[in-house]
């Protein structure tokens, strides 16, 4: 029993690997927030792109032909 409350104790105090830990939950987050974020981005993305593709078509006024 002293054996594990030493355990315990030692792990509460030492902060060794702490910032591994930071990372990894970071990294997690970003995950979660892309998974979340991307399939509602990706529409809108292709919309935007198709706008300004027809924008760009519909402002072009090619040259008179040469006689």
Do not use: C, K
């Amino acid at each position: 029993m002293n054996s594990a409350l030493a355990f315990a104790i030692r792990f509460l105090r030492e902060e060794g690997g702490q910032d591994l830990v930071e990372y990894g939950l970071l990294a997690a987050i970003f995950a979660i927030a892309g998974a979340l974020l991307f399939p509602q981005l990706i529409p809108a993305m292709g919309n935007a792109y198709s706008q300004h593709a027809n924008d760009i078509n519909n402002t072009w006024i090619p040259d008179a032909p040469l006689p």
